[in-house]
């Protein structure tokens, strides 16, 4: 039984520093959009790209510590986060409002989807901090793609 729990263990940090990765790259794509932004949603667009930036990065620090916790390494590069993220490069400085948006929406949803699906391996490996704080984590991911979604109209 120590096996499959060990097992278990794994599989959660290593789904916990694809987590990780996530946000780095989804604050630096947030950032990028809030730079870039232009035309008559400039303000509100500018704004809300920032706040769930700072969002994001927040989550960072709590999402390596947790990691560190379970006695573990987390990630060390640029390049580490590169292999490690489901996020998309986004490098174009010229897409229009609601490409944007939709993007980030998208990324969002692709974040809600991997957070859930961790709350098995959470279970699996009884790690009941790790369960908690996915639960949290799901609930800002889930209402930045309310806010995104909502924007599209």
Known sequence: MADAKDNSKAALID??????????????????????????????????????????????????????????????????????????????TTLDADAMVKELRDDNQAMVDRLKGMKPLAEEAGDNATDGLLDDWTDMAEERVWFLTSILG
Do not use: C, M
């Open 15 to 92: 789904e916990l520093n694809g987590l990780l990765a996530d946000h780095f790259a989804l604050y630096t794509k947030s950032k990028n959009f809030h730079w870039h932004i232009k035309g008559p949603r400039f303000r509100d667009l500018h704004l809300l790209f920032d706040e769930q930036a700072i969002e994001v990065r927040d989550q960072i620090d709590a999402i390596g510590e947790r990691v560190r916790k379970l006695g573990a390494d987390t990630l060390t590069s640029l390049g580490s986060v590169a292999k490690h993220t489901k996020i998309k490069d986004q490098d174009s």
